[in-house]
C-alpha cells in the first residue's frame, strides 16, 4: 500500500544504538526506526537480562510510536508478567496499543517449528 516498514533485531539493532548514544549517528540512525511507518521490533529484550540502557532506549522508542500513532509490530519471547516486570511503563504502552490486535501464544516446545523433527 506504498508504506515503508523498518525490522529492528532487538539482540543487533538495540546493541548498535547503544553503542553510538551522544553521536550524531545516534540520532540519525534512531530517527530512521522512531518515523518509520510501520516498525517490526524482533524479539524486545532478547539476551542475557534487561539493562537500564535498554529500557531507556526501548521507553524512548515505544512512547514515541504511542504517541505519534504509528504502527508497531513487536514480537517478544517475554508474557505479559515479565513484561511488567522489566518496566511496568513500555509494557502499559504495549499493552495499550495494542488492545485489540495483542496474540499471545503460550509457550509451548512443540510450537517452535525450528526445533521439529523431520
Request: glycine share 4%; aromatic share 12%; hydrophobic share 40%.
Amino acid at each position: 500500500k506504498g508504506r515503508s516498514a523498518r525490522y529492528f533485531v532487538w539482540r543487533e539493532d538495540s546493541v548498535i544504538l547503544k553503542s553510538l548514544v551522544n553521536t550524531s549517528e545516534y540520532t540519525e540512525r534512531f530517527k530512521e526506526f522512531k518515523k518509520a511507518d510501520i516498525l517490526y521490533i524482533d524479539d524486545l529484550f532478547k539476551g542475557v537480562g534487561t539493562t537500564a540502557a535498554d529500557i531507556k532506549l526501548a521507553f524512548e522508542l515505544i512512547d514515541f510510536r504511542v504517541r505519534q500513532c504509528l504502527k508497531t509490530i513487536i514480537s517478544t519471547e517475554l508474557d505479559e508478567n515479565a513484561l511488567i516486570a522489566c518496566d511496568q511503563a513500555i509494557a502499559g504502552r504495549i499493552f495499550q496499543m495494542s488492545k485489540r490486535f495483542r496474540l499471545v501464544i503460550p509457550k509451548d516446545i512443540r510450537k517452535n517449528y525450528r526445533l521439529r523433527k523431520e
